[in-house]
């Protein structure tokens, strides 16, 4: 399994150090200028639209946010990107013509992002006709149920697999369950979690030790984002040859 490494602002870690062995989730949306030019040098690289960063209400112009997302796949030759998934806001029709025109600007298939509330017969029918597709699994909103529900998540992703499809789980790293569900790929922003009060983490050779911050203490955050990245690192590389 790859667990892909997403969140923004602390792209220096690595581009300080020329260090790209690693699988690399980044937003449209959220891409750094001084990022781009590693897009191809990474093991692996997923583009995601960042188009959930208007949610929360802002207007959009779809179409030219589109054309702009499909000149950018092209420019770059990014080989792995996700659908646009704004079913919440202008539904699944126009979704889904948003995603053909990407196909059709692209010559390449994104991965469509799976809702439950698409229905089991439209999942059944995505692992027929992508060879990648997605499953909404933060558990946040109505990804809740991945976490609610775990055995039918497996079941989901179990019969994809089964047909030949892979499942990425979007914003899925509950870690003591990835041994037990066959995503091909999950991603992850937990890394940066520790960061921000000065926590680390600590891989142990299958998970992690967290070790939070001496009351009283200061710590330079720059330090604990340079030393987790490297150990989630190391459990990319474990995840890789277990699961």
């Not at 950018?72 to 030759?77: D, G, H, M, S, T």
């Not at 390449?108 to 992002?113: E, S």
């Not at 995505?126 to 529900?149: H, N, P």
Request: glycine share 8%.
């Amino acid at each position: 399994m790859k667990v892909f490494l997403a969140g923004s602002g602390l792209e220096k870690v690595w581009i300080k150090d020329n260090f790209t062995d690693f699988y690399r989730l980044q937003t449209f949306y959220h891409m750094a200028d001084k990022e781009i030019p590693y897009l191809n040098q990474y093991k692996s690289f997923l583009l995601d639209s960042g188009a959930f960063s208007f949610f929360g209400g802002e207007r959009v112009d779809w179409n030219s946010y589109v054309d702009k997302y499909i000149e950018f796949i092209n420019a770059n030759n990014v080989k792995h990107f996700f659908e646009l998934d704004i079913y919440a806001i202008i539904g699944v029709k126009k979704t889904e013509q948003i995603r053909q025109r990407i196909e059709q600007g692209t010559g390449r298939q994104p991965l469509p992002v799976f809702h439950k509330r698409l229905g089991i017969e439209y999942y059944k029918n995505l692992c027929k006709e992508y060879k990648y597709i997605a499953i909404s699994a933060s558990g946040q909103y109505e990804s809740k149920w991945t976490r609610e529900q775990p055995n039918q998540l497996k079941q989901m992703v179990t019969f994809a697999r089964a047909a030949g499809c892979n499942v990425h789980g979007l914003g899925y790293t509950k870690l003591n369950m990835l041994p037990k569900i066959p995503f091909t790929s999950v991603d992850s922003t937990s890394w940066l979690s520790g960061n921000r009060f000065g926590g680390i983490y600590v891989f142990n050779g299958s998970g992690f030790d967290k070790h939070n911050k001496p009351a009283g203490k200061k710590v330079k955050t720059w330090k604990t984002a340079e030393h987790n990245f490297y150990e989630w690192v190391k459990y990319q590389r474990y995840a890789e040859q277990r699961f």
